[in-house]
């Protein structure tokens, strides 16, 4: 394989590995039912712009290959040409067209005919077989793409809350901790009852989250496929896990204890600790907000298998399905969405009101500089983040009994 040819088939590797990796992600918000996120969009577009920049190189040698391909065959044709005219009697290759064929010039070599004889000879003289264990210093190593990389970058419960802008380090988000008041009037002419209203402030401290990795320029310049854009991806999912799990360790910590579940619960059992929490939840932000029930892993192995998908009428959910078992939002109890998700601690199931809990964002994702002396590449990335609790008595904490 010539060098352009080699070149080539890396540019088209790459192309099919990163129009793979962008199906990924279409795919998973797809699944989720969800908008596509701020780092899912910025990872589209990084990807975009490379496969446009591989297109553009290859082009030419696109052309390039075509030409020399051109060039040697009609260098081949008028070798072959040249062989003829020097050599008229030069028997060619026997190609037999049938069984019969053969057949008949076996016979006839029999009878002692001549041209007969050195066809068979010609076909049937033994050739040395090449093998590819003959002359493995010519065998590329092939990689088989995409590289397998069991992360997961979905953030459930900050999906399910939304994010917000974060607006600087530290600020304070106003509460009302007193309102006015209002009571029937006692007699005629008599004073109403009057309280001032308090508004305090809950302060807010932005966590920085991030990471880097120097990686050396012959790496960039000779792996396949491109291990700069491997290192980023991986270091935005892995951001994306942290603060998840951030999010995650906040509310529980905050949240209120609530019902227990029996240690062998049933449907009955789980759908009326979610209507007690629902209740709880209601009382504490005066209705203002949805309802999520966020659950670790092993608390979702085993709620699912409670509501199973066959649908009778009077269910409690339209059920669950292991075929689906994932990060984000698997169904639904009580009307009451249940998403899944791996930053919460094992044993958690947590009736969250979005109006009692926030999270707050400003993702600076990557960012790289060059270091000569080196001949290396430092590439990081890095957000802010804080997640807040905004009243402690709108998120509600399940457990299961021993």
């Known amino acids: 394989m010539s060098a352009t040819d080699a070149l ?63 060039s040697r065959r009609r260098t081949v ?6 062989e003829r005219a020097r ?11 049938s069984a019969g064929a053969y057949v008949l010039d076996f016979w006839r070599a ?60 530290s600020w304070s988000r106003p509460r009302v901790t007193q309102h006015t008041n209002v009571g029937p009037q006692g007699a005629e002419k008599s004073e109403l009852v009057s309280r001032k209203m308090v508004i305090g402030k809950i302060p807010v401290n932005a966590v920085t989250y991030g990471g880097y990795v120097n990686v050396s320029r012959q790496n960039i310049d000779w792996t396949q496929p491109q291990i700069m854009d491997l290192v980023i991806n991986d270091l935005a ?53 949805g309802l999520i029930l966020a659950v670790s892993p092993d608390m979702l192995g085993l709620v699912g298998p409670l509501f199973a998908p066959i649908n009778p009428q009077n269910a409690q959910s339209t059920g ?15 009307g009451i969405a249940v998403v899944m998700s791996a930053g919460l601690a094992a044993g958690t199931m947590l009736v969250i009101s979005t109006a009692a809990a926030e ?13 000569p002396s080196v001949l290396g590449v430092q590439v990081a990335y890095a957000g802010y983040f804080s997640p807040l609790v905004i009243e402690p008595l ?4 399940i457990t299961k009994g021993p």
């Open 77 to 82: 044709e008028i070798a072959e040409e040249f």
């Open 8 to 70: 080539l088939a890396r540019y088209a590797g790459e192309i099919e590995e990163r129009q793979t990796f962008m199906d990924g992600i279409v795919e998973a918000a797809e699944k989720d039912k969800r908008d596509l996120t701020a780092q899912e969009l910025e990872m589209l577009g990084r990807t975009r712009d490379r496969i446009q920049q591989v297109n553009e190189q290859m082009d030419p040698l696109k052309e390039a290959a075509r030409i020399a391909g051109e």
């Open 320 to 334: 669950f399905s292991a075929g689906q078992f994932g990060s984000g939002v698997m169904g639904a109890v009580s």
């Open 87 to 97: 050599n008229p009697d030069r028997p060619g290759p026997v190609d037999y067209k």
């Open 110 to 169: 029999g009878l002692g005919v001549e041209d007969a004889s050195q066809r068979l000879d010609l076909y049937n003289r033994a050739a040395a077989h090449q093998t590819t264990g003959d002359n493995p210093g010519l065998l590329p190593e092939q990689i088989l793409g995409p590289v397998i990389n069991f992360i997961d970058a979905v953030r459930p419960i900050v999906t399910a809350v939304g994010v917000r802008q974060l607006p600087s380090g």
């Open 237 to 289: 999912s892995e951001y994306a896990i942290v603060t998840e799990a951030a999010a995650g360790s906040a509310f529980t910590t905050a949240a209120t204890a609530g019902p227990v579940l029996p240690a062998t619960p049933t449907s009955a059992d789980v759908a009326a600790a979610l209507w007690t929490a629902a209740g709880s939840a209601f009382a504490a932000v005066k209705g203002q907000g």
């Open 394 to 397: 709108g998120i509600i904490k």
């Open 359 to 371: 999270t707050y964002e400003d993702r600076i994702g990557s960012l790289q500089v060059v270091e």
